[in-house]
């Protein structure tokens, strides 16, 4: 698991055994993660290295078959063409970020703190508010059981004791995985981002992980880089025509 692609891999393993509804299916390689929220980045064909067409297939069928958005995730260059002729839409290539020391984060105001079980409620309203985004997207995800859960930690970052900003982690292995690093839209560039995810690495390296991975998005590739982070893999992601018009009626 010494790659990110390996330490998603494992997530999405957890992921499928603690969030209610979610599953996940291997076929020669490549996996199809489903959690069962309306969203594509949660619902993910993951295609391994040597994984044949026709298992990529079967598996995006069975994703098809759920009626939930669903994307695939391929190296870049691979699958364009089964991607295209399956009418899905090219998203922005993904970087998978990795590093193994921090650099130190702080910014002034903020005072960072992890969230227990009976705030899971607040880590879902402040996750929907920093993405803009329903709740429901979140809340399955995002559960007491799952806080309480070893190696699941949640964060919120606190402004004059209003919380403006968030992260959470899954250490799975000796892998810390960052994921729903956001700052609520009035709070943004100022550093927060950064700081948040600096506490959420350093606690997961000195629980016992040993390095710590992240999928950035293009706004976010720079702050990463200067906490340390650098660009270890890149994957293609192609969404399904369903999950346009899903989004599309999500934000009526």
Avoid: C
Wanted: proline fraction near 5%.
């Amino acid at each position: 698991m010494s790659s990110p692609t390996g330490a998603l891999l494992a997530t999405l393993r957890l992921l499928a055994e603690r969030v209610d509804g979610a599953w996940l299916r291997e076929k020669d390689g490549a996996h199809l993660f489903v959690s069962g929220v309306r969203a594509a980045e949660l619902n993910v064909v993951l295609v391994g290295e040597e994984s044949p067409t026709a298992a990529v297939e079967e598996l995006l069928d069975a994703a098809a078959g759920t009626g939930l958005p669903y994307s695939l995730s391929a190296r870049p260059g691979a699958l364009r063409e089964l991607a295209e002729r399956r009418g899905m839409v090219a998203g922005e290539n993904a970087p998978l970020m990795r590093l193994d020391r921090v650099a130190p984060a702080a910014a002034p105001g903020l005072a960072v703190r992890r969230l227990g079980p009976e705030e899971a409620g607040l880590g879902v309203r402040l996750q929907a508010a920093g993405f803009e985004a329903p709740e429901a997207m979140f809340a399955p995800l995002t559960t007491a059981r799952m806080l309480a859960a070893p190696g699941v930690r949640l964060y919120a970052g606190d402004v004059a004791g209003e919380p403006v900003t968030t992260a959470m982690s899954f250490t799975v292995g000796d892998a810390v995985g960052i994921f729903n690093v956001a700052t609520l839209r009035a709070h943004r560039r100022r550093g927060y981002g950064a700081a948040i995810t600096a506490r959420a690495v350093a606690e997961g390296l000195d629980a016992g992980g040993t390095w710590a991975w992240l999928e950035s998005s293009k706004e976010g590739l720079r702050v990463y880089e200067r906490l340390g982070f650098e660009t270890a893999e890149t994957r293609a992601v192609w969404k399904a025509q369903n999950t346009l018009a899903s989004s599309q009626s999500a934000a009526k």
